[in-house]
């Protein structure tokens, strides 16, 4: 492969992810509101939105089974097509108006999505070297990013404007998820897939099928000391950062009861800052000692904690100026938060073996599903039990302590690792 043909490569691939991620972005607020306004009950929205992560988080297993015995191009391929049949079933079915299964059908249609994108995002995260240079890795991680963060700027918006058009017509939310699941799987196949095709001839295909993978991916992670540690820290820094999650909109409603402006405004931030750096990213040489650089920033992100527990410490009472302290605060935790991000899934492309990294990212996204909702139950319980300057002092205490221990712990020097 050229440089020419990897940089095509690159563009068509973020093209194609972001006609996903905006197709089910919209897809899903859409929902979520139509719900909402139906049904006018909160356990029906919170069923809705818990109902994916946690039938993906009981696929894991099973993901590890199939995602390194058949090539990537085809299990991508696979999802999408899947998708599209699934919502062709939905729309059967909710075509025979019987009401007391329309529900239901939501809630299965929301689950096998999930399940879907779950293998679709493992399979993609995990071919990156088979579509791209690797010099043009952290370009493509970085744009990935930036899509991700343009996704969840406009799907919004669309969100609410598809609503605002169509209301309780639910044809329309499905015909446009059909649009760009169709949209994607097209530009997916257009991909050349170049090195990761290792099980391409019909033997080898065979044996595969007949065999299991022979190397654990647990044991493999377990021998890596470093990329042992950075799967724990990745996993325990998404716990951590729950409280930013839940206490920062908690802070601004109800305890400082800022203008919706301000919320909405305050939320766009994170995805502009991670937008910004993930521009500055893919215009740079990836970084000579990834590892070093994140462990760093992940000490600079505990110290987020303080200065926000240090700033409630004060008490400010103007509006006006802890509203525009909590927009630049969120732009630099968007700008970090990418900072940090890129660098590891560069990494984790060039560290494992092309044969285990559709397992080794499972295992990291499986680690990421468990501690992320844990955080936010603990996170939760906490705003409720203490006050918001407490909670993250305490937090940021943690934090700041297991980053600090962590090299220690597994005795590993991140500067030596490099790229």
Request: net charge positive; charged share 10%; hydrophobic share 55%.
């Amino acid at each position: 492969m050229n440089e020419k043909q990897s940089t095509r490569q690159v563009y068509l691939a973020t093209m194609s992810l972001f006609v996903g991620l905006f197709g089910s972005s919209i897809f899903s607020f859409a929902v979520g509101l139509y719900l909402l306004k139906v049904y006018t009950s909160a356990s029906i929205f919170g069923i809705s939105q818990v109902i994916g992560p946690l039938a993906t988080l009981l696929m894991a297993p099973v993901i590890r089974i199939f995602i390194d015995r058949y090539p990537k191009k085809k299990i991508i391929a696979a999802t999408q097509f899947f998708n599209i049949v699934v919502l062709l079933g939905f729309a059967a079915v909710i075509s025979l108006n019987i009401q007391h299964i329309f529900l239901i059908a939501v809630f299965a249609l929301l689950m096998l999505l999930s399940l879907a994108s779950q293998v679709f995002n493992v399979a993609y995260m995990s071919s990156a070297t088979a579509l791209v240079l690797k010099k043009d890795i952290q370009k493509m991680r970085s744009y990935e990013q930036m899509v991700s963060s343009l996704s969840t700027i406009v799907s919004p918006i669309m969100g609410a404007a598809l609503y605002a058009v169509f209301s309780t017509n639910f044809d329309a939310y499905v015909l446009v998820q059909l649009a760009t699941e169709v949209l994607t799987l097209l530009l997916m196949w257009r991909l050349k897939y170049q090195n990761l095709d290792i099980h391409s001839d019909t033997e080898t295909q065979q044996e595969i099928e007949a065999e299991p993978v022979k190397q654990n991916e647990l044991q493999f992670i377990w021998q890596d000391k470093i990329l042992l540690a950075v799967i724990i820290l990745g996993c325990v820094l998404n716990f951590f950062f729950a409280a930013f999650n839940v206490g920062i909109p908690y802070l601004q409603v109800h305890v400082l009861q800022l203008p919706s402006q301000v919320y909405a405004v305050s939320e766009a931030a994170v995805s502009i800052g991670v937008l910004l750096a993930n521009v500055y990213l893919a215009k740079r040489k990836a970084f000579r000692h990834p590892i070093d650089m994140t462990w760093k920033i992940s000490l600079g992100m505990s110290s987020l904690f303080f200065v926000l527990a240090g700033v409630l410490w004060l008490q400010l009472t103007n509006q006006i100026a802890f509203s525009i302290f909590i927009i630049i605060f969120n732009l630099v935790m968007g700008t970090l938060i990418a900072i940090m991000n890129t660098p590891i899934l560069v990494w984790l492309t060039q560290r494992v073996p092309d044969e285990l990294q559709g397992r080794v990212f499972n295992v990291f996204r499986t680690g990421v599903q468990i501690m992320t909702p844990l955080g936010v139950l603990i996170c939760s319980l906490a705003f409720d039990y203490f006050q918001p300057k407490e909670v993250f002092f305490l937090v940021g205490v943690i934090c700041l302590l297991f980053v600090l221990a962590l090299p220690r712990v597994f005795g590993v020097n991140f500067k030596e690792d490099t790229v």
